[in-house]
Structure formats: structure tokens, C-alpha cells
């Protein structure tokens, strides 16, 4: 399912995020999605599967590429079975841009099963120039994605400038989400959920990335900004 309008994701990417689940219900309510960071979570992988089963909203899974960030440095193999292993709690599955030729049974798979696939792309120095980024989105729809995920540092009005008006250019192309971390970060998810952002991700307990806003002040600014709230389709 992809969402029509900009969603709010928030993150589980921490143990202690992950056995409080219960108790952040009311927190969880505000989101639209929940993502589960599988990298992060694999050493308490028993809990991470009872509370995917347990999970009030539809759910995103990642299993982050070391190389954009991944933890542990789980093996493409490693990474690929537990993308298939958790295909059935999941909505939304991120991979990489870079990973989507190598992943091609898992995306076939995934979209068989219904689930959507986020292509994601992530720069943790610079806001690459905007032929890269053109050129990821491109790699990203002849991939398979549904949705393209750009997140990159913003450390000024130019790098910020260079995101929102990739966002605006690519509005009847493809659907996608520009983030910024760095400087402008959290300035970045507001302004561009206001231009069509499809994702912005927040925190449900404590930060997990630069940039992030918690889940209940984002929902806050959502509201006062009249961002509505997305209906979910297929």
C-alpha cells in the first residue's frame, strides 16, 4: 500500500524502543506507519517477531545496507533471507537503490505478496548534485519502487533548495520523499512534507537519526500545517 497523502514513520531502531512498544501505544496512534530497523534489532530477534505480530499499524521493515548505515554488517545474503523472512508482517520494505538489481527476488516477491517497495538512497556527507539524484530516482523506478527515498546531509539553503525543487520536479514521475539530515535536517521533513514528501520519519522514544522530529510533535505540526492524513491503497 502506498500512501496518497505524506505519512508520518515512526521508528523502532533500538531495544529500548522495542520493549516499550506496549506502553507507546498512544505514540504509535499518531503514525502512520511503523518502521522496525531489522538490522538494529536482531539480538533481540524473539521479541522483534512478537511485537510485529503485536503491531497496531501497517507495518515498514528495513534491513539496512552497511554501507548506508546498516548494523552489525549483515552479509547481502543475511539481509535478503530476513527481508523474506518477516515479508509476511510487512507493507511497506525498504531497499536500497543501490541493492534493487541484486534483491530482484525479494522485490518480485514482495510485490507478489502485495507489499510495496520503498527505494531508498542515502548520502551521510554532502546533498549530492542533482544529475545523482536524478539519476538514482531513475535507477530506482527501472528497479521496481514504488516509492523513492532520498535522505541526505543538508548543511544549507542550497542543498535544501536542491531537495525541494527535485520534490516538485519529479511530482508527476514518481512518487517520492526527500529528507534532509545535517544542519537543515529537521527543517528539511516539515517543508517538504508541505511539498509532498510521502515519508517523514520521526522517533517514538528517542532519536535514531539526524533530523528526526518525535512522532507526537511532527502529528502537532501535521495538523496545524493542514498536512491530511493519508487513506492507505494498494
Known sequence: MVPTHPAIVGAVADRDTLTALPDLEDIIQLCDYVEFRVDALLENEALLVRRLADCSRPILITVRDPVEGGLFNLTPQDRQQRMLDFLPHT??????IRNLEAFGQVVSKAKSQGVSIVASYHDFLTTPPRESLDEAVQR???????????????????????????????????????????????SSRVVAAQAGALLTYTYLKEANAPGQWSAHLMRHLFDELGIERPSLTS
Open 91 to 96: 507493507t511497506l520494505l525498504d531497499i536500497e
Open 140 to 186: 530506482g523506478l527501472a528497479g521496481g519502487a514504488d516509492i523513492i527515498k532520498l535522505a541526505v546531509t543538508t548543511e544549507n539553503a542550497l542543498d535544501l533548495h536542491t531537495l525541494l525543487q527535485l520534490q516538485e520536479d519529479t511530482r508527476s514521475q514518481a512518487p517520492l520523499t526527500v529528507m534532509g539530515m545535517g544542519v537543515l535536517g529537521m
